[in-house]
């Protein structure tokens, strides 16, 4: 069974910085690209950032709100993607989701599973 | 940046109803779509991908269609299970981008 379990999350303050991991159970980890979505409270759903497979580069992408302060990497030895925030603002204050992109190439990037989310509370 | 308008943002409707959500891409992102559905508390859960195309387990009552910038999600026979709210997100190009979500409620 497929299973991502986000972890890292909490209260920081704000200019400091937070590392999320994303523990990846029940799929070979090493062939799929990973990616961050994030979810403000009582707001909707924001892309944050994604990795590509080693196969693929490994290469990332990230949204405007957070490119030169939020970093994603993987592990496939420890079938682990995290993301290392860095100079946090109240506005990143949100649950944060790591996802799986899905394998058919013909559809894109869309996200086929979800973890359970981590909340991250920027406040001083 | 291909933005993503849902609508209606919320819609009332009673068990059995045929329900339809609209979202149009303000550039085209030919099938690239997705359709998500969030339960309150809970993290998304994908229902279509390329348009049309009905994730596995997911009920075959919800249906998708579309191309280019217009797409519809389809909830044939909503049922007590379905009352949560549903994202579109373009999947063609980088930024991904979501809709604003339409949250469907109990009439």
């Known amino acids: 069974e497929v299973q991502l379990v986000e972890s890292g999350g909490g209260l920081v303050q704000p200019g400091r ?28 759903l924001e892309w944050v950032g994604f990795i590509r497979s080693k196969a693929h580069g490994g290469t990332t ?3 405007a709100s957070v490119k030169g302060r939020f970093s994603i990497s993987r592990d496939d030895s420890k079938n682990i993607a995290y993301l290392q925030m ?3 603002k109240t506005e990143d204050t949100a649950v944060y989701y790591c996802t799986r992109i899905g394998l058919i190439v013909a559809a894109g990037y869309y996200f086929d599973y979800w973890g359970q989310g981590t909340l991250v509370t920027v406040s001083s | 940046d291909s933005q993503m308008t849902q609508s209606p943002s919320s819609v009332s409707a009673s068990v059995g109803d045929r329900v339809t959500i609209t979202c149009r891409a303000s550039q085209g992102v030919s099938s690239w779509l997705a359709w998500y559905q969030q339960k309150l508390g809970k993290a998304p ?10 994730q596995s387990g997911v009920p075959s009552r919800f249906s998708g269609s579309g191309s280019g910038t217009d797409f519809t999600l389809t909830i044939s026979s909503l049922q007590p299970e379905d009352f949560a709210t549903y994202y579109c997100q373009q999947a063609n190009s980088f930024p991904l981008t979501f809709g604003q979500g339409t949250k469907v409620e109990i009439k």
């Open chain 1, 86 to 88: 860095n100079s946090l």
């Open chain 1, 61 to 63: 992408e990230y949204a």
């Open chain 1, 17 to 44: 910085s937070l590392r999320l991991s994303c523990t990846a159970f029940g799929f070979m980890f090493g062939d799929y690209a990973m990616n961050w979505v994030r979810q403000a409270p009582g707001k909707g």
């Open chain 2, 45 to 54: 859960k994908l229902l279509i991908y390329a348009a049309s195309s009905l």
